[in-house]
């Protein structure tokens, strides 16, 4: 009896003791994440969201390819620039044919990637509520809290921007029409925030305000190695808004701060610039490294050697032959995955750092040339005393930095002036991610004839769209209209 | 409510009263005389059991009905008296199966839940490399479907319906009381089980609380017989063929005369068009080849009345008809069981390793083989003159080069112990402890060789090839801890046990990418070191992940002449995944079951040809709680870098509120068995609603966020399951049956997130009142013979038009298959035995994205379907095949086909030697078998294999192995 009762109190002991482990199974950490409401107690995690920030213009929907890629290589996609080709595997025809609808996945994506950067940046500026504020380490700390707090603030500008350049009918500094919902808050738990579209004018009224508060605060702040924005880069982007909200007298003098910061790169280095082999002519790049993705596969994807969309003919024709361009951003490569085939022209412009042809590099969201025709589209538009001769020289100093024994122009008038600087943006900013918003704010025409029906071109490329089209503003997207009552009424007409 | 029905009980069990008793002696043996030793003996006040010369007394009142049962025998009753003589009759389907529950076991005929038991026997020998593949078409209610033809491969497992959207919907899956992971069978040998239980209602699964939602399926292992030691050794072997392709490419002429007639893209001249005629490639040829199947298994049982021992080991290999892949496993099993004393220890140990070479499946990838022997033009020729593979004209990557210059394996190893212990109180009869622990340990090895000349090689990073090697560990231990009570008095059986257990997990994974390999090494060799130099930068990963489970529940059983059955069963969970406030929940059931055969007013004028006859019903709830990850009520922070920096990424939004999906089941059931149970059979009834479903609630894009997880909606599996065996002749050398059954399972959702009635996701539609997965498509309607263009119909279905619209989009059926089950007949004739068995589904849609890709005219480059020869081309023509400047829009009904099939899922042939021949030679048994798995189907379906569980195909499809072999099997 007694072993009996030792081997039944030993039992009972099992159970108890497995009993106390209970607590510790069921109390796991997360091990590999964090949870969010554990951090921002130190000024380094404010620091680790901002970077975490600039991660996000990675995302194949922005920056990135493999899907629309829609701030770097998806504006030329959809322009005449270049010409789908039989090779593509068709994966954005609704966007570069314009037969988009509200439910077109790739515009839901690309709203989403925005949001995303706008949201981690008001990580950045907010935190997560419940730890210790960005400015309380602004005591000891003010420089990095200034900085942090600047990037932050250029970038949720700039991505609204971005947005607000697919999203918007116009692009008047004063228009009614619809704007793009302004974020400033952050939401982790349940969100609920059910934003307005509010109007042009009060989404450039809040991009202005964002970036004019990060000017002050990176006034002493230089990015060595370009990655981040600093003082430069917000002057470039204020230029660049400036631009397209007809103030030609702050595009004027914003694009000349940004100019004098980061001088031109002369026609001997021009090259190196696509290599990652210089940082001359740049003022903002998002870097990309191996494992990051790329910001071009879906012109050229170099590995596979597939060419999927082709530089146009049209502008291949608009380059002299002295002119270097040409042949930094296009190649006659042969096709076939083992390059037996025939020689074809393929975007090159991308193609890799240094030696590497493996789509691996930074992408060049801002350069000094771009603030050059900017300057010049300025003065050209503003047309005062003597503003055609400047808008002149700053043609031709960009020129003479692309062009080898280069003879400058001489006695444009406005008109011709205005249509050589549409050429020179084609000419110089191909492949960057302009061409489409600078058709929307200009002329509103594409032509793609005649390469839109040749036989090397993909089956059913569109050839035109006319100024009326609804096509020229994005649908919002419908998984947002149906989520957000306070959107409800604010779709874009057409759609 | 509980409390209730427990004081209820207590009372019964107080009131009964105390007859007058005597020590009545008898004798059980079987039908030719032989003692039954070990048989169960009940009357009204005490069991006891036979001892070795079949001999027992019992205390009894004399002319009392007293009930023996002995495993494989029909339950037997008779007249108490002294010297009674009983005599049992066998049964190979015998009504004293054992339903298995992992916690606990009970008499088939005293459950009220609703299972299926299927013998270990019935899939024996089945060339499958994933024993879950076999069990298709074999129970009632469970949907079992093949993925792929990889050897190998698991198939998706589906207990009477889906009931979670976003949650997992694999069953829970017991291997001797210890929890493994589904879908990962291929390291384990079926030879070792003895059987497959599957639970499907409230009653049966609320024991397994928030894991039970998508029913269980409890595996029992071999245990050793009593007897002197028997070797047992089985040998097969066969070979797989290539099922036909009902999806038709064209051929070198069609193709050229298509391009002609079509813009001639790659410009062709007459002589070059000439010379590619006569090529023609069938790449079906070139890729796909005969599979070979091997298979040894050795296996010693035997012991004694104090230990008893099954010890095994096996070789499984199989080469699949894709080259290159195929499967070996290797498995050793000791299951050892002793009983001293009080004390009943047994401890089974498991070693599996399993080894997979397989390529890329269920993609639209370029890369992968699988696609591009589909895709490849027919003139084409595969290799040079000299030998090499040709490069292709249209930039499509080489089938074979793809497959043959690239390595794809998986390496598992797995070990599965367990150890119980049991002791019977002496002080108190009927009290029992039991304490089971037990672990289940997976080591996955992935390896990846991509060569730098493949397509695949070339879009690694650097351009050069690549090399990837993954280490995933898994460990789950659980340890059950129960003490039980059971006991008789007079006409009432009582039991009650209580639980307590501990569930963990942990998952550690690693894995690196090397780049560069531009040295011959197929292995690390290979790799080029990254510098800042070159673009050979490794990649590496690494990830720990721990989750717990505690529990404490409990089970009651009650039992009232035999013939009144009441078993109730409660949980108590805590789940690590959910947050502090929704940590706990509460699970249970009722059921009761009455066997109607029992009762007087029914046996006095049935006797003779109703063996039984009961009704049960139940009625519980059970949860799910398989959803996002270890953590998905966290908000998180992830790891990010820019330009060389450390970055905190918020990737998860939280939902501290998120908790326990929950299923309520109801379920009635009739079980009957007729004419010396020649035809016996099933029917139930249930209905089944999952509410606080997960569900990404969507929110406004603006958060950076589409949606995040909450609990709502609801969402109902309704449905009716039948099974029928009839032993149609029943003689001493010719015994011919037949068996079928049938499930017809209704999905519907009651609703959906903030009250909207749908919910539209990519080529889906959640619709209220509809199905899950229901299609939600542009209807075609033909082509206008006038202008060549897609006709489509509007949303009214009464109008056509030319012009594709999203706003017409229309429901279009389920991809999930409503009716299915399986059907079979068995002949044995002296010592011959034939089995024949089919499975089916029916009613289900699937949307043949295969065809999309080879009947969209802007593939022109690649070769496409036959069918588009008969394009439209002239004004007038009447076809199916719109003009090939037609705008082409592939999420139309144009896609959907009929899912439904019948397949010959197995044919097994075999002779067993009388034993009288084999005595001089020493052998005790020696059966030779043929068995033929897949050799038909009937499908409607365009492809190589309806067998599709997401119901779309998106490409790289791997087609069912057809495999016939041949075998031995051999006792000593």
Redesign the interface.
Known sequence: MKNYKILFFSFITILSVSLESCKKVLDQKTENTFDVFDRFNSLDDYQFALNATYGLFRQANYFGNGSTGAFSTLPDMMSDNTVETSSSLGNYVDLANWVYASNTDNIQNTWLAAYAIISQANLTLNGNGKGAALESFATNNQAQVDRIKGQALAIRAMVHFDLLRYFALNYDRNSNAFGIPYLKKVELTNPKNLPTRGTVKETYDNIETDLLAALTLLSAYNSTNRYNIDVAAVNAILARMYLYAGDNNKAIQYASVAITARPIASISTFPSIWKDETKEDVIWACSFNAGEGDPAANLYFANGNRSSYRMHTSLINLYVPNDIRLNTYTALVRSQSDFSGALRRVVTKHWGKGIFKDNIVDWKAYRTSEQYLIRAEAYAKRNGAGDLLLALNNINTLKSNRISSYIPLVGLTQAQLISEIANERRRELFAEGHRWFDIKRTTRTIDRNPDCTAASAAPGVACNIDPTSRSWAWPIPQAEIDVNVNMAGQQNPGY | MMKIRLLLLFTLFNTVNIMAQNSLSGKVQDKDGNPLAGATVKSKTEATKTNETGGFSVKATAGETLYITYVGMTLATIEAAEGMVVSMVSNAKSETEVIVTGYTSQSKRRSVGSTTTIKAEEIKGVPIGSFDQALQGKAPGVLVQAQSGQPGAAARINIRGKSSIIGSNDPLFIVDGIQISANDFASLNPNDFENFNILKDASSTAIYGSRGSNGVVVITTKRGKIGKPTLTYDFQIGQSTLPSNKLKVMDANQKLDYEIAN?N?Y?WTATEEADLRKINTNWNDVFFRKGKTQSHQLSLSGGNSGTRYFISGGIFDQTGTVQKSDLKRYTGRVNLETTFG?FKVGVNTFVGSSKINNTLEGNAF?GSPLNAVLWLNPYEKPFTDDGKYS???S?Q?HPLQELLETDNQSNQLKGIATINAE?K???LKGLT?R?NWGGDYTQDEAFIYLDR?T?QG??????RGSLNRGLGKLFRYT?T?SIGYNTSKGDHDFGVTIF?E???ETRTAFSFTG?GIVTPFRNESGITP?TS?????P?VAG????????SYFADFNYAYKNKYFVTTNIRRD???RFGENK?WANFGSVGAAWLLSEENFISNFSENWLDLFKLKVSYGAVGNQAIGG??PA??????????????????T????DLQWEKKTTTNFGVEFGLFKNRIKGSFEYYNAITSALFLDK?????????S?TTNVGRMRNRGIEAGLDIDVIRSKDFVWSINGQITNNKNSLLELVDGKTED?SGDFIRKVGEPLNTYFLVKTAGVDPATGDQLYLTKDGKTTTNVYS?DDRVTLGTSDAPIFGGFGTDFKFKAIELNIFFSYISGNEVFNNDRQNLEN??Y??DNLSTDLTTEWRTPGQVTNIPR??N??FGSTSRFIEDGSFIRLRNVNLSYTMPTSLLANAKIKSLKFFMIGQNLFTSTKYLGWDPELNSGSSVGARYPALRTITAGISIGL
Do not use: E, H, K, M
């Open positions: 813009g893209p410009g009080d370029i490069s292709i004209v930039g990557p002791y109180a002496p002080f402890f304490t000349q397509y070339s879009i690694a990073t650097g351009a340890g801890n307590n501990i569930l963990q780049f990254g130099t070159n673009s050979f930068i990649t990830s720990r992940n721990v989750r717990g489970l505690v805590g789940s690590s940590r270890s953590f966290i908000s998180q922070l992830s790891p990010a870098r820019y330009a060389g920096q450390g970055g905190l990424l918020s990737t939004l939280s939902n501290p969507s929110i406004s894009g603006t958060s950076g966020f589409s995040f539209i999203p005219p802007a022109l480059f090939p400047d705008a082409f």
